[in-house]
């Protein structure tokens, strides 16, 4: 019989420096959260987008000759062009995609852009990708539980999720989550296992993905 993998207690490191995210490359690190301050240009945007009050779902694959090139953003945002900040945002997109790209040497992204008015995930689950970048530019932050405080054979039983919210971490509006999932090589059975958080009545929030395709 072949004997059990062994590794190290799988952790989630946090930091003001964007640094942080190259601890995800890291075995025992299956969260690298970048606890930045969103610039006062791109939260107005992002809040001005909100106050809309329209729907908004966009998603492309960005393709990249390599991790320096220039992302086509063309058709991301451009009819909002009106709202005082909306280059400064595709300009930060830019550069998540860039730090993305070079972090894994990613040469197809998948990004996807959303107004949500309602927990898109609401369940404690883990995801079934490489690793994902996750950011809310306004609104409500994800939701992520620390190694052991759920089973993972529970997960999706909504009677094993904690009762208590001292045990459920909360990232804030300007966050950027690197998270690993199911099919990062060496990390199955220890995808991160996190949620969409529940919206507060008549709130929304603009969330941003990006997956690594290739």
């Given at each position: 019989?072949?004997?059990?993998?062994?590794?190290?207690?799988?952790?989630?490191?946090?930091?003001?420096?964007?640094?942080?995210?190259?601890?995800?490359?890291?075995?025992?690190?299956?969260?690298?959260?970048?606890?930045?301050?969103?610039?006062?240009?791109?939260?107005?945007?992002?809040?001005?987008?909100?106050?809309?009050?329209?729907?908004?779902?966009?998603?492309?694959?960005?393709?990249?000759?390599?991790?320096?090139?220039?992302?086509?953003?063309?058709?991301?945002?451009?009819?909002?062009?009106?709202?005082?900040?909306?280059?400064?945002?595709?300009?930060?997109?830019?550069?998540?995609?860039?730090?993305?790209?070079?972090?894994?040497?990613?040469?197809?992204?998948?990004?996807?852009?959303?107004?949500?008015?309602?927990?898109?995930?609401?369940r404690f689950h883990v995801d079934h990708v490489p690793v994902r970048l996750i950011t809310s530019y306004a609104g409500v932050g994800s939701e992520w539980l620390q190694e052991g405080v759920m089973a993972r054979r529970r997960l999706g039983d909504p009677a094993a999720e904690p009762s208590d919210t001292a045990l459920i971490e909360r990232a804030q509006a300007g966050h950027v989550l690197l998270a690993k999932g199911e099919k990062w090589i060496g990390n199955e059975g220890g995808g991160l296992i996190h949620r969409s958080p529940q919206l507060p009545a008549g709130e929304r929030r603009l969330l941003l993905t990006l997956d690594w395709l290739a």
């Amino acid at each position: 019989m072949l004997a059990p993998v062994l590794r190290q207690p799988l952790q989630q490191v946090s930091s003001e420096q964007i640094e942080v995210l190259g601890e995800v490359l890291r075995d025992e690190i299956n969260l690298a959260v970048w606890q930045r301050q969103l610039p006062a240009q791109i939260s107005a945007f992002a809040s001005a987008l909100l106050a809309r009050g329209e729907p908004l779902g966009q998603s492309m694959v960005l393709e990249l000759a390599s991790p320096e090139s220039t992302p086509n953003f063309s058709g991301l945002v451009d009819g909002y062009s009106v709202l005082p900040g909306q280059a400064a945002f595709v300009q930060d997109l830019n550069g998540l995609v860039g730090a993305f790209a070079c972090l894994f040497d990613a040469k197809r992204i998948g990004l996807r852009l959303r107004i949500l008015d309602k927990a898109m995930c609401p369940r404690f689950h883990v995801d079934h990708v490489p690793v994902r970048l996750i950011t809310s530019y306004a609104g409500v932050g994800s939701e992520w539980l620390q190694e052991g405080v759920m089973a993972r054979r529970r997960l999706g039983d909504p009677a094993a999720e904690p009762s208590d919210t001292a045990l459920i971490e909360r990232a804030q509006a300007g966050h950027v989550l690197l998270a690993k999932g199911e099919k990062w090589i060496g990390n199955e059975g220890g995808g991160l296992i996190h949620r969409s958080p529940q919206l507060p009545a008549g709130e929304r929030r603009l969330l941003l993905t990006l997956d690594w395709l290739a």
